[in-house]
């Protein structure tokens, strides 16, 4: 069963990037896609982007110009950069398996726990 | 850019059937997911491609999609039932979610 598990700094200060890292245990990273997803406390979710083993990437294109994923298959990890921070990039951050069968059809499970992100000086 | 409408909230007695619409543009043309999110959890996939369920999920939970409405229904609503429901659909070349409708089982 494959388990997702989030970690970096839980406070950014205004301007800097944020940085995560998701770790993926149970399974291989290959040949999934993986996806970043956060949620504002009391808010919605807002999808921030994937990537898949090989590196191939898309973006939310309300967040493409500061959003940055990488992937590490020999560790089986992905991570997530956000530039240029602001107090409304304050959210839970999740990553999350993306299955992804065409430009139409794909879903997100599991997720990891998440992690709260603020964006505070 | 493409948007999903769910109402805030819906409210359902135990036992009963509870019904969340979600809306969109032709969304009968698209794939919609369901996520259930209960109170300090993450979210959970209860239904893919507009009505299949994943390993686990009851078959209480089951979705349809025709025309601008995709629906998740619950049939014989129970207590641990409520929480928040997300549908989700592909949109505009990216990810897009609804903003939600809290499910109170009352």
């Known amino acids: 069963q494959v388990q997702l598990q989030e970690s970096g700094p839980g406070l950014v200060k205004p301007s800097e990037t944020l940085s995560l890292t998701c770790s993926v245990s149970g399974g291989s990273i290959s040949p999934y896609y993986w996806s970043w997803i956060r949620q504002p406390p009391g808010k919605g979710l807002e999808w921030i982007g994937y990537?898949?083993?090989?590196?191939?990437?898309n973006y939310n294109p309300s967040l493409k110009s500061r959003v940055t994923l990488s992937v590490d298959t020999s560790k089986n990890q992905f991570s997530l950069k956000v530039s240029s921070v602001t107090a409304a990039d304050t959210a839970v951050y999740y990553c999350v398996r993306t299955i992804r069968y065409s430009s139409s059809l794909n879903w997100f499970d599991p997720w990891g726990q998440g992690t709260l992100v603020t964006v505070s000086s | 850019s493409y948007e999903l409408t769910q109402p805030p909230s819906v409210s359902v007695s135990p036992g009963q059937t509870a019904s969340i619409p979600c809306s969109g543009n032709k969304l009968g043309d698209k794939y919609v997911c369901w996520y259930q999110q209960k109170p300090g959890q993450s979210p959970v996939l209860v239904i893919y491609q507009d009505t299949k369920r994943p390993s686990g999920i009851p078959e209480r939970f089951s979705g349809s999609n025709s025309g601008n409405t995709a629906t998740l229904t619950i049939s014989g609503t129970q207590a641990m039932d409520e929480a928040d429901y997300y549908c989700q659909a592909w949109g505009s070349s990216t990810v897009v979610f609804g903003g939600g409708t809290k499910l109170t089982v009352l």
């Open positions: 990537i898949n083993y090989n590196g191939s990437t």
